[in-house]
């Protein structure tokens, strides 16, 4: 199973937009709403902050979204603040209890 | 407080043996599918292996299938990965993470796994 494909960064300033795409295939992404996104900081574990493509945990702020088209999942971050720099990975299940995960996307806020 | 706590990691030669643990608190561990996860230095995660909520079913990944073995004891609330025949490649630190609609919601801390002669 390959990784799923993020570009490795993407840079916003305080207030702005930033999206991050997720490219698989329809083994894995584009065959099952079950993508989530993380958020790993520095020397910490990752943090689920998307789930089933859309849905958020609890505690998590609605700055955070997802969505997913075909085989491209996608994470959007309204409004960039500072906390929010981090390095982000989407992960799908791919079927038979299989799961990927994505190459990873570092946050800049400028 | 919902916690995972692994331990069992160290150094080891290539071909030796390790096994992880990872402790549950705070929740009702019987209930919950649960993974081992890894991740090399500088690396993105990677999904190791999956077990249901009462251990009658398990997958690993290709690349540890043969060699790795997850299981679970629900009384003592405790995971376990056993690793064989450890490769350099396998060098990483492992997570423990609890299953949530096929999402993770709960990390351990993570445990260092370093295969080197």
């Known amino acids: 199973q390959s990784a799923l494909t993020q570009p490795p960064s993407a840079s916003g300033s305080p207030g702005q937009s930033v999206t991050i795409s997720c490219t698989g295939t329809?083994?894995?992404?584009?065959?099952?709403?079950?993508v989530s996104w993380y958020q790993q900081r520095p020397g910490k574990a990752p943090k689920l902050m998307i789930y089933e493509v859309t849905k958020r945990p609890s505690g998590v702020p609605d700055r955070f979204s997802g969505s997913k088209s075909d085989n491209t999942a996608s994470l959007t971050v309204s409004g960039l603040q500072a906390e929010d720099e981090a390095d982000y990975y989407c992960s799908s299940f791919a079927g038979g209890s299989n799961y990927v995960f994505g190459t990873g996307t570092k946050v800049t806020v400028l | 407080e919902v916690q995972l706590v692994e331990s069992g990691g160290g150094s080891v030669q290539p071909g030796g043996s390790l096994r992880l643990s990872c402790a549950a608190s705070?929740?009702?561990?019987?209930?919950?599918?649960m993974h081992w996860v890894r991740q090399a230095p500088g690396k993105g995660p990677v999904w190791v292996s999956r077990i249901n909520s009462d251990g009658s079913s398990t997958v690993h990944a290709d690349s540890v299938k043969g060699r790795f073995t997850i299981s679970r004891d629900n009384a003592k609330s405790a995971l376990y990965l056993q690793m064989n025949s450890l490769r350099a490649e396998d060098t990483a630190v492992y997570y423990c993470?609890?299953?949530?609609?096929?999402?993770?919601?709960?990390w351990g801390q993570g445990t260092t796994v370093t295969v080197s002669s």
């Open positions: 329809s083994s894995d992404v584009g065959g099952y709403n079950y």
């Open positions: 993470t609890r299953d949530y609609n096929k999402g993770m919601d709960v």
């Open positions: 705070g929740f009702t561990f019987g209930a919950f599918w």
